[in-house]
């Protein structure tokens, strides 16, 4: 495993992370993160409300004998609402609507003792969908105040940010308070934020990128992302053989191995096989950059028709109607993309043949709920009226 330095703090990072928000059971959540402790991932993201707030206790029980002075733990929490409000009622069980330095205490506090550590190395304000997030946060006597006062009595070691924001509202952020590390979206499919990450890398603080995987779509064994990595591969450019790949999962994380600026990826493991098969991956080094710019071009191309992208994060909720908002959007964006359209409703069609419960766009009443919640502003209504269009039967 690579291990990098990680901005100015004195940590250095795995460069490949665990973020816990998709465990399934507590024996194989402890499993899977005991097994990437054996294979020197040393970075663990966690979040009081992952996995409908057992993520903490999951994690807590995979660090049981593990040696804590390898592991570099982090916990988070937010004065948000889980979208881009503030919450103005403390959830400790969710971590949302901390607007105080003493509730911010008791927020840290609360993680250290599920996850059974004495200090924190990093705190994260979590959740940051909004500016106006941010400015609670920055509040006298609000929740980056507790932070501040917990970092100063050894509770926490570094003090991170993690959101959705743009580029250029990271950038305004991180000119009025001084993080050590950001985490952000960043991935084949969004490099939007690159600005930020250059922003970053020259003034020493740590870039995280999640959804490296773009929510699973860089996971889709489709035939066309095949026939990318193959051509990468194959490339007259590229002689190297150290750029082959055997599947887009690899390219995507080699690709962010390989980002300057980037230290390590947080990639959302539930097995142990997983973590298995992405160290794999990442172990094999950075693509070269001539292979990253033609992957990345290559991907631009393929889903030039996609405007909206939902990257499975789940801060939407449950929808009143039954849908599985992420799914669909999955499967829609999937049908605009030619290459893809024909797998994409086979697909489809199989699931709805077993049940498709959550499937049918049409069951949209357009509510508003979910883009309310929404950290990438995606006009769900909008986007759920024109699936119903390209739905089979």
């Known amino acids: 495993m690579d291990y990098r330095s990680f901005g100015r703090t004195n940590l250095r990072l795995s460069a490949l992370s665990y973020g816990c928000m998709r465990f399934d059971d507590e ?36 660090l049981q004998g593990a040696d804590r002075s390898k592991l570099v733990i982090t916990a988070k929490s937010s004065p948000g609402d ?57 509040k006298p006597g609000g929740f980056l105040e507790g932070v501040r006062k917990a970092q100063s009595e050894g509770l926490v070691d570094y003090i991170g940010i993690t959101g959705h924001v743009s580029a250029g509202s990271f950038i305004s952020i991180l000119e009025r308070f001084p993080f050590d590390m950001i985490t952000i979206p960043f991935h084949l499919r969004d490099t939007s934020r690159a600005k930020a990450v250059q922003y970053c890398a020259e003034r020493g603080i740590g870039v995280i990128a ?29 002689s190297l053989s150290k750029d082959a790949c055997t599947n887009m999962t690899e390219a995507a994380l080699r690709f962010l191995v390989g980002y300057p600026g980037v230290t390590t990826s947080i990639v959302g493991f539930t097995y142990a096989s997983q973590v298995e098969a ?15 710019n033609q992957l990345q071009t290559r991907i631009d191309e393929l889903y030039a028709n996609v405007r909206h992208f939902c990257t499975a994060c789940g801060y939407c909720g449950e929808c009143p109607e039954g849908v599985l908002i992420p799914k669909v959007l999955e499967v829609y964006s999937n049908l605009l993309v030619p290459s893809l359209a024909r797998s994409a409703e086979q697909e489809l069609l199989d699931r709805l043949s077993r ?17 309310s919640k929404c950290p990438n502003h995606l006009p769900v209504s909008e986007l759920m009226s024109a699936a119903k269009d390209k739905w089979p039967g």
């Open 210 to 238: 999640m959804n490296p995987l773009a929510g699973g779509a860089l996971a889709n064994p489709a035939q066309a992302l095949q026939s990318i990595v193959r051509s990468i591969e194959t490339s007259s450019i590229l």
């Open 27 to 62: 024996e194989s959540a402890a499993a899977a993160v005991r097994r990437a402790i054996e294979l020197g991932i040393n970075y663990f993201d966690v979040a009081p409300a992952y996995c409908g707030c057992t993520s903490e206790p999951k994690l807590g029980l995979g």
């Open 355 to 371: 049940d498709g419960q959550g499937l049918d766009p049409s069951l949209c009443v357009a509510c508003g709920q979910c883009e």
């Open 278 to 292: 992405d160290v794999a991956y990442a172990e094999k080094g950075g693509l070269s950059s001539e292979a990253m």
């Open 82 to 138: 889980g979208g881009e409000g503030i919450g103005h009622n403390y959830r400790p069980d969710i971590g949302f609507g901390i607007n105080t330095a003493d509730q911010a205490r008791t927020q840290i506090e609360r993680s250290m003792n599920i996850l059974g550590v004495d200090h924190l190395d990093v705190y994260h304000l979590w959740a940051v969908h909004h500016d106006q997030i941010f400015e609670e946060a920055m």
